[in-house]
């Protein structure tokens, strides 16, 4: 049995009067029937975690580097996030995809970093609005799955995020039958050791009054939330209607 899980994503937000928000999410959810993800900007890990320790919110980062240590100015290597206290790190988001370049080799790269440390790798992929137009989709999402799937990677290190790139933070979302035909590929198209138990999570635009229908559809474990996730309010409930999908 899959367990659901909603990862909100601060992205660029958040300070340290912010951490009132993620408090306020736990203490509405002290025993959620899902696991309940907090990714703030690098920042807040630390303090996120202390201010959660003893709540059953859980804290990631957006980002790591593929090297544990180095010259890598302004980086941070998923044995920092970890020892700050995080326990998931999201790989290869849109936004890095296309602010900096990364491929799905350097994707796969972060990904088994984070398998090295401890760190659940959140791999996010996902079809331009081009690519959709063009009826690319399933081919872009195979070939971001084959690629961007480190050796090692199992269904207990490893989540996968389809975000369609065209719906993150429009306000657009695919058809229901739209992603319930991705999730289905990608179902298929992982390995055999992890084709069950692997998490399969939706992003794009999640909120309060899409989360339900979303989280009825077949194969989608859960939801990678961006602006919602920032209030309290929007993310618990959205956390409620994936408790209630979860039964």
Not at 53 to 67: K, L, S
Request: glycine share 10%; aromatic share 2%; hydrophobic share 45%.
């Amino acid at each position: 049995m899959r367990r659901k899980l909603a990862a909100g994503n601060w992205k660029m937000h958040g300070l340290a009067a912010d951490l009132a928000e993620a408090e306020a999410l736990a203490e509405a959810h002290p025993s959620p029937g899902c696991e309940v993800l907090l990714c703030p900007p690098a920042t807040l890990v630390g303090r996120m975690s202390a201010a959660l320790q003893r709540t059953p919110v859980v804290v990631g980062g957006q980002d790591c580097h593929a090297e544990e240590s180095g010259a890598h100015t302004g980086d941070v290597s998923a044995a920092m996030l970890a020892d700050a206290g995080a326990s998931h790190v999201i790989v290869g988001h849109s936004e890095r995809r296309t602010d900096h370049g990364e491929t799905d080799a350097q994707v796969a790269a972060k990904a088994a970093a984070a398998h090295r440390a401890g760190l659940v790798a959140i791999i996010c992929l996902g079809e331009t609005e081009a690519e959709r137009d063009g009826g690319e989709t399933l081919d872009v999402v195979a070939r971001q799955l084959a690629g961007a799937l480190p050796a090692g990677a199992t269904a207990e290190n490893t989540v996968i995020a389809y975000e369609p790139v065209w719906a993150i933070g429009t306000g657009r979302t695919p058809t229901e039958a739209e992603i319930a035909e991705v999730h289905a590929a990608l179902r298929a198209g992982l390995p055999e050791h992890m084709a069950a138990g692997t998490r399969l999570i939706y992003g794009g635009s999640v909120k309060p009054a899409n989360a339900a229908a979303i989280f009825a559809l077949p194969e989608v474990d859960g939801a990678l939330v961006g602006g919602a996730s920032l209030k309290a309010a929007d993310f618990s409930a959205i956390v409620a209607a994936l408790d209630a999908a979860a039964g």
